[in-house]
């Protein structure tokens, strides 16, 4: 065995490792407080006009792949503020969306500055 | 280098063997030149055990030691023995080592004021001993590269990790946003400082692992070079002189 052909697989064993990285696949999310009415629904916000949830959200990585590890910047970014408002909470992991007015209204999920998902908001009237 | 040493080795051999002929030819001659003989032979193998000393420590006074007492053999010899076609045959090869000595001496020498430059900086060509210093050189440089590599990793770069992973922890379990952020940024540092030094150190430990080998095969290289067998005949002699330098 040559020492290019060494080499050669060094560089594919390395890659192979650099492949390995955690792949964003969907956003894990669960309601923590907020209006009775709102709610997370099969990956769907759930909030009432004029009403307030609060949830907790964190990137899943694609199965088969390294997990996040907590250290990739994620960010929830309101497209729509007229219909809902999406701000950071003072608790861990936990976001606030407001109900401004009905409608439906999308969240951009951001991974390190870069988009990688669309979440759906729906105001509902009360 | 290698081919002056086996020059003065080849010339040992011719000159020590018809003098030990001579010797033992009849029991009343050797009993009649005994002494003298002895004499020679131990001049001779005192001026041998010189050029094998200059041959490991490069001291050149070794050498003028071994042309003085090679001078001295064949002058004694020539009083012993005469101007006889038998007895110039046994001298010629010492006449020749003597030569060999000198012009090593010559080469050995400072340069001469009237020496031009280029003359004087002209490098000669690499030698074994030269191949086999430069191969020490690489194995204690790459094994000083390849300790430092293997220092920055284990020593630097792995608590760094485990530091950053027990922040990472610390963050899991931090209940309000700015603890949480807090320990994130911190584990951030030490992943930053983590991987540079795995980085470095890996660069270094595969230099140092380059630099090694190269030595290695530096080494085994100059060795291979050190041992010389060489055939060796002459009037009534037959054999062989092996060389072997450590």
């Known amino acids: 065995m040559s020492i290019r052909t060494l080499f050669g697989a060094a560089l594919l064993l390395s890659m192979g490792a650099c ?38 959200a964190k990137p899943v990585a694609e199965p088969g792949r390294r997990g996040f590890d907590g250290l990739e910047r994620f960010e929830l970014v309101g497209t729509q503020p007229d219909v809902v408002g999406v701000r950071r909470s003072i608790r ?18 951001e991974l390190d500055g870069e988009p990688v998902d669309t979440l759906t908001v729906e105001v509902t009237a009360r | 280098m290698t081919r002056s040493i086996l020059s003065l080795f080849v010339a040992v051999g011719l000159a020590t063997t018809p003098v030990m002929t001579r010797a033992a030819q009849t ?26 000393h200059y041959e490991q420590s490069r001291d050149a006074q070794e050498l003028y030691d071994a042309r003085t007492l090679l001078m001295t053999w064949l002058e004694e010899h020539r009083i012993t023995y005469g101007d006889s076609p038998a007895a110039l045959d046994v001298r010629a090869p010492v006449y020749e080592q003597v030569r060999s000595i000198e012009a090593r001496l ?42 430092m590599g293997a220092a920055g990793v284990l020593g630097v770069g792995m608590p760094f990790w485990a530091l950053r992973s027990q922040s990472i922890d610390e963050a899991d379990r931090a ?9 994130l940024d911190r584990a951030r540092r030490r992943e930053t400082t983590a991987v540079t030094m795995f980085a470095m150190g890996g660069v270094l430990a595969a230099g140092g692992v380059l630099m090694l080998a190269g030595g290695v095969v530096m080494r085994a290289r100059a060795r291979r070079h050190r041992m010389a067998v060489t055939p060796q005949l002459g009037p009534g002699f037959a054999g062989a002189s092996a060389t072997v330098r450590f």
């Open chain 2, 106 to 147: 010559a080469a050995a020498a400072p340069p001469s004021p009237t020496t031009p430059p280029a003359a004087a900086v002209a490098s000669p060509p690499e030698s074994d001993d030269d191949t086999d210093a430069a191969g020490r050189g690489l194995i204690g440089g790459g094994a000083a590269m390849l300790a």
């Open chain 2, 27 to 52: 029991p009343a001659e050797a009993a009649a030149v005994d002494p003298r003989v002895h004499r020679l032979q131990t001049m001779y193998a005192d001026a041998q055990a010189k050029v094998a």
């Open chain 1, 92 to 109: 861990s992991d936990a976001w606030v969306v407001n109900g401004v007015r009905p409608g439906s209204a999308s969240i951009v999920v």
């Open chain 2, 175 to 183: 209940q309000f946003r700015v603890d949480q952020e807090e320990h």
């Open chain 1, 19 to 56: 492949d390995e990285s955690a792949r964003y696949d969907h956003v894990n999310m669960f309601k923590v407080a907020g209006d009775v009415e709102g709610d997370v629904e099969r990956g769907m916000l759930l909030v009432p006009h004029g009403g307030v949830l609060m949830f907790e």
